[in-house]
């Protein structure tokens, strides 16, 4: 995969800092068996997660639009966004302040009496692993995975699969590609593919056909030469059969010449 090595080496996974949706209201979370504590932006979790969009702010609307009370256009990364926890409806931080102190109790849109969003939240996530989460919080922040993480280190390997099993959970599609174009860089410069332990940890982590089951079948069509069938998950070696057979080369002979062999008369054997 020469081109893919260059597209990775050139640069393609140094992503440029973005800018975030970040907010005031931050959330406590409380992750793993061990209830690790983390602090982020409720806001940028909830930007980026499905997750966290599903249990901190489930019923927001995406911030678009205008602001229902000044009419001026809402930016999520630059104003302080507020927003009606019974109807959804966003608007400017200081336009709700405003409405509210001139006596007004109710949401200018659903007429609830006014619930906005906390400034303060905690949730407890026991099923999300507490080395993935701490790659996710320091990826959403800085953009990056491989702060300080020695590359030789077999370890980061799996942690970076930890985290992209984990990703499935996070429900965030662009923490996944960032791991994925993290483990293609680490690959393609060392001319290195995934090995057996490697094969049987994401297998055994994941249930199904998945993105990074998909990636592991992808470089032994592509790139590996050999392979030890016998300690192989069984799975892997059927994916990979099927795999085989969709792409197997344009240029294969031909299957009448194929046959033939089979009926091929002893006497032409000369
Ligand atoms: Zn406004
Ligand atoms: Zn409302």
Redesign the pocket.
């Known amino acids: 995969m020469p081109g893919l090595a260059n597209a990775v080496t050139s640069g393609w996974v140094q992503n440029k800092p973005k800018l975030k949706v970040l907010g005031r209201a931050f959330t406590q979370l409380h992750v793993g068996a061990k209830e690790t504590v983390f602090s982020a932006h409720a806001d940028l979790l909830c930007s980026r997660s499905n997750f966290f969009k599903e249990r901190l702010q489930p019923s927001r609307k995406t911030v678009e639009g205008d602001c229902a009370i000044c009419l001026v256009k809402m930016d999520p990364i630059k104003d302080d966004i507020t927003?009606?926890?019974?109807?959804?409806?966003n608007f400017h931080g200081k336009c709700m302040t405003q409405w509210l102190g001139n006596n007004n109790t109710?949401?200018?849109?659903?007429?609830?009496v006014?619930v906005g969003k906390p400034s303060h939240s905690q949730l407890k996530c026991a099923d999300l692993d507490a080395d993935s989460f701490e790659l996710y919080i320091q990826w959403l922040y800085n953009d990056q995975l491989s702060i300080c993480q020695d590359e030789h280190d077999a370890n980061w390997i799996f942690q970076l699969l930890q985290a992209h099993i984990a990703g499935d959970t996070l429900g965030d599609i662009e923490f996944q590609k960032a791991i994925l174009a993290e483990l293609i860089e680490h690959h393609m410069t060392r001319r290195s593919y995934p090995g057996e332990t490697y094969v049987q940890h994401v297998y055994e982590n994941t249930s199904g056909p998945c993105t990074l089951r998909r990636f592991l079948v992808d470089m032994y069509v592509y790139g590996v030469r050999e392979l030890s069938e016998d300690k192989m998950p069984v799975q892997f070696l059927l994916d990979l059969s099927k795999a085989l057979l969709k792409y197997r080369p344009a240029d294969r002979p031909d299957i009448n010449i194929a046959l033939a062999d089979y009926i091929k008369s002893d006497d032409n054997d000369t």
Do not use: D, F, I, N
């Open positions: 927003y009606c926890t019974s109807c959804g409806q109710t949401c200018t849109t659903c007429r609830a006014w």
